[in-house]
């Protein structure tokens, strides 16, 4: 059974870091439009709700039309952008999630090295005292904090 809850642990630290990536590429098309937004506003001294307009749908279409993704792009280069630009403002709007799940893989890591050496020892009752992940989230914070 201990093999089968370091099995699980590992998966778990697999599926979150696959979640990260998810979670940045799901606001690309949010991330351009900021992006666009703040190109068509450069030096407009007043809001212009047209041109918010405007940066979605190009934002929508950067991702469908092949040529609205050429000009979207030699726009952006105008602004020494690029498409890691996107990725990157992507990864700003979800910072606060992205630390979240850091949180969650900090956790299963300390779960599945907490059942690795464990198991190493020979320590069969070892499991019945594994830490909770509400535990864990607290020896993971007090760490950071004396570190």
């Not at 778990?12 to 940045?24: D, P, T, W």
């Not at 068509?40 to 405007?54: H, R, T, V």
């Not at 979605?56 to 950067?62: G, I, K, N, P, R």
């Not at 607290?138 to 760490?143: A, E, I, K, P, V």
């Amino acid at each position: 059974m201990d093999i089968k809850h370091l099995q699980d642990a590992i998966w778990e630290i697999f599926r979150l870091n696959r979640m990260k990536s998810a979670v940045v590429n799901c606001d690309r098309k949010a991330a351009l439009k900021s992006l666009l937004r703040s190109m068509l506003d450069d030096g407009l001294p007043n809001f212009d709700a047209a041109l918010f307009d405007k940066a979605a749908s190009q934002a929508a279409a950067y991702f469908t039309d092949p040529e609205a993704k050429t000009k979207i792009e030699t726009d952006m280069a105008k602004y020494n952008l690029d498409a890691s630009t996107i990725a990157a403002k992507a990864f700003v709007m979800n910072m606060e999630a992205l630390e979240a799940i850091d949180r969650q893989i900090q956790a299963a890591t300390a779960r599945a090295f907490f059942i690795r050496h464990h198991l190493e020892t020979g320590d069969d009752g070892a499991l019945g005292r594994v830490p909770s992940r509400r535990t864990q989230h607290r020896l993971s914070d007090h760490g950071r904090q004396a570190g």
